[in-house]
């Protein structure tokens, strides 16, 4: 019953903040906005590789190019925007005005502080999905794909407790240039 209690008071203060502040949910809402644009324009421009000919046909086959380039990308943008959110949520916290520009400035501030946990985040990820997806043998590797399984939950439920830290540790404090 304490979970239940300390989840609906975390859910009713996370709205309490929001209200202070509508521009900390701006940049979860960029993310969801370019993330469809991006599924829109991949799946449309494959559509139109049926649909089209000539000039038409190379225009779609270079969106779709450009189009999963940035689905490869979008970890990077993704974790920019959280930055960016992080410092509004700070600002908010410490009762200092501040807008969705001005989170937006500071990410782009820590931008290679963004692009190296971007990168931890790609790496981190896709090491513990193939560990948790074991040897696909059988048998006595039963043993062995039960122990990959389980390294591979540690580095994803550590990864993600670590991640959430570094991010704001990473953006809050001020940098000295020099």
Request: proline letters at 3%; glycine letters at 8%; hydrophobic letters at 55%.
């Amino acid at each position: 019953m304490d979970t239940f209690r300390d989840t609906t008071q975390l859910i009713k203060n996370t709205f309490v903040v929001m209200a202070k502040n509508p521009a900390i949910f701006r940049p979860t809402l960029t993310q969801i906005e370019i993330g469809v644009i991006l599924w829109i324009l991949a799946i449309g421009s494959f559509i139109a590789f049926f649909y089209t000919t000539g000039g038409a046909l190379l225009l779609a086959i270079l969106i779709f190019l450009f189009t999963v380039l940035l689905l490869l990308l979008f970890p990077f943008i993704k974790m920019y925007y959280r930055a960016a959110q992080c410092w509004i949520v700070y600002q908010t916290f410490t009762g200092k005005p501040i807008s969705y520009k001005d989170g937006l400035a500071r990410a782009k501030q820590n931008i290679k502080d963004i692009f190296i946990l971007a990168f931890l985040d790609v790496l981190l990820t896709a090491l513990a999905r193939k560990l948790k997806q074991g040897t696909g043998r059988g048998g006595l590797w039963l043993i062995v794909n039960s122990i990959l399984q389980m390294v591979g939950a540690v580095i994803e439920e550590a990864w993600d407790l670590v991640g959430h830290f570094l991010l704001p540790g990473s953006i809050i404090p001020e940098k000295n240039s020099g």
